[in-house]
């Protein structure tokens, strides 16, 4: 999928900037875009090389693309596979991502993959077009768009791995990793890094192999014998992700995260985690009593939404409030798991697939 500017050649740029500045003063993003033209207008007038110029506008057109096609469907929450690209169609692992596209978009979530072949091609063909996004990157062996996204308009074209990885976590709300070769460690430990230091997520990450594969057993043990036991990670740093190989108890994984819990960000020093329905006072309690350890100050308190919140689609949710020591995120997901598992005071969403 090709996105053409909204200017085809520089002499119409200076007319459409003229009429994006005079909007400007009651455009809704009206901060966002300033802080975006006066970086570029720094970058103009200081010295950078005209392959610095090309990297910042391809990446740019790169992520046009991703935005513009990912809006329509931003209230669905999404889930990306990563696998390898080589497993053929006849292999237990490239069956199992058939079969589980085919039911987490019977779930009712939608299914990102990287739009290539094995186990990008399997999920897509498990979810079906109509359901399925491909990030295709083009690359000089392995990498053609398989056939069962081929010609979608979810089908978008990166030039840059960065961009295209930025959308297949900024637009998932769960992942699924099977095995794979170098690309997939890289992406499975990229998604880890990101979960543990809080810079993705909170959300569900499933490690899933065939029945009775040790893939990911024996890659679960390195990281407990080398990563854990050497001090290198945090014993609780391991509750970020789940190793299965079955597919019951993978779509079980993505489901019940979303049971109670909605979403989270900060709202100035104070991490807020949004829910689908109010917890008693007695679980807040409990909370406050199991997971004092990740707190700077303060308790973790029940609220409603922030004034700096509004305007945000969630604004109605209930909400915990908690001054969260920004560095124990396994803890962090151990406590949105005893979340999802309280009996809120009021009937929960029936659609965790829903934003």
């Known amino acids: 999928m090709t996105i053409t500017p909204s200017f085809n050649t520089n002499e119409s740029l200076p007319g459409e900037l003229a009429e994006l500045i005079n909007r400007l003063p009651t455009h ?3 901060k966002w875009i300033e802080q975006s033209l006066a970086t570029l207008l720094r970058m103009g007038s200081g010295e950078i090389d005209r392959l610095d110029w090309k990297i910042l506008t391809a990446s740019l057109l790169d992520m046009e693309r991703g935005f513009q096609t990912f809006y329509p469907y931003r209230h669905i929450r999404k889930v990306t596979f990563f696998g390898s690209a080589r497993l053929p169609s006849d292999t237990p692992e490239y069956q199992m991502a058939v079969d589980f596209g085919r039911r987490v978009t019977e779930l009712g979530f939608m299914l990102m993959t990287g739009g290539g072949g094995g186990i990008m091609q399997a999920g897509n063909e498990g979810a079906g077009k109509d359901k399925s996004f491909g990030l295709n990157i083009q690359l000089p062996f392995e990498q053609s768009a398989n056939h069962f996204i081929d010609g979608d308009p979810k089908l978008i074209h990166f030039k840059y791995f960065f961009t295209r990885k930025l959308f297949l976590l900024r637009e998932s709300d769960a992942i699924g990793v099977f ?3 170098f690309g ?3 992406e499975a430990f990229e998604c880890l890094t990101l979960c543990q230091t809080g810079r993705y997520g909170p959300v569900p990450l499933i490690l899933i192999d065939r029945p009775g594969g040790d893939y990911w057993t024996d890659w679960d043990a390195y990281v407990d014998k080398h990563l854990v036991k050497r001090g290198l990670v945090n ?3 391991r509750s970020v992700y789940t190793i299965t190989d079955d597919l019951d108890v993978a779509c079980e994984a993505i489901t019940s995260f979303y049971r ?3 979403s989270s960000r900060y709202v100035g020093e104070q991490f807020v985690i949004r829910l689908k329905s109010e917890l008693k006072d007695s679980d807040v309690e409990w909370l406050n009593e199991n997971f004092s350890d990740i707190l ?5 308190q029940k609220t409603s939404a922030f004034p700096q919140e509004t305007g945000d689609e969630s604004f109605d949710l209930p909400r915990l409030a908690m001054y969260f020591n920004q560095r124990d995120l396994g803890r962090l997901y151990q406590m949105i798991s005893a979340i999802n598992r309280m009996n809120p005071t009021s009937p929960e969403s029936e659609h965790p697939e829903r934003k």
């Not at 700077?296 to 973790?300: C, L, R």
């Open 28 to 30: 809704k993003y009206k």
């Open 179 to 181: 095995p794979g070769g």
């Open 235 to 237: 014993p609780e740093d």
């Open 260 to 262: 109670v819990y909605h």
């Open 184 to 186: 997939t460690q890289d």
């Open 296 to 300: 700077v100050k303060g308790k973790i």
